[in-house]
């Protein structure tokens, strides 16, 4: 079997396991068909402002749960803003854990959401080291000039 053709089961494995373990679901494939020879990055580039996003909401969750009197409807629409984007890109992980994390910021559950801001920091850094591997191994199948395979 030559590397690319290694590559390329190692892709489609790997793909297997990103969806088995919940971090990718259909979204993400509907997401990868909107990618061709006009915009080859396009995935990559929506990956990346999401992660931006993310930071920028995760900074904001953070700080609103630290101050002396929480406004708990500040925090939910930071988690719902969250929501969506991680559902859009296809984050099924990350866009479960928010729903709960906005169960608990309806009942005003402090330690909830603390407890659910972690678990949403947790998931973000593991989807993002998931799809940075998966990005360099579709790199290294382009690079030795095969294709990538599409995801179903």
């Known amino acids: 079997m030559d590397a690319v053709a290694q590559w390329r089961k190692q892709w489609f494995d790997y793909t297997q396991y990103l969806r088995l ?3 990718l679901d259909d979204q993400f ?3 990868k068909k909107l ?3 006009n915009s080859p990055d396009f995935v990559v580039e929506v990956v990346s402002l999401f992660f931006q996003d993310s930071e920028k909401l995760l900074n904001n969750m953070a700080r609103a749960l630290e101050q002396n009197v929480v406004d708990f409807k500040q925090v939910d ?3 719902h803003q969250f929501k969506g984007s ?3 890109i296809g984050a099924m ?3 479960n854990v928010c729903i709960n994390f906005r169960n608990y910021c309806e009942a005003q559950n ?3 959401c603390l407890g659910c801001l972690q678990q949403v920091q947790q998931e973000c850094s593991a989807l993002k080291n998931n799809l940075e591997n998966l990005f360099r191994l579709e790199q290294q199948i382009v690079a030795a000039g095969g294709s990538i395979p ?3």
Do not use: I, P
Request: with cysteine.
């Open 21 to 23: 373990e919940g971090f």
């Open 29 to 31: 494939a509907q997401l």
């Open 35 to 37: 990618q061709d020879e």
């Open 77 to 79: 629409a930071c988690v």
């Open 86 to 88: 991680s559902a859009w």
């Open 93 to 95: 992980r990350l866009k």
């Open 110 to 112: 402090l330690e909830g």
């Open 150 to 152: 599409v995801m179903e």
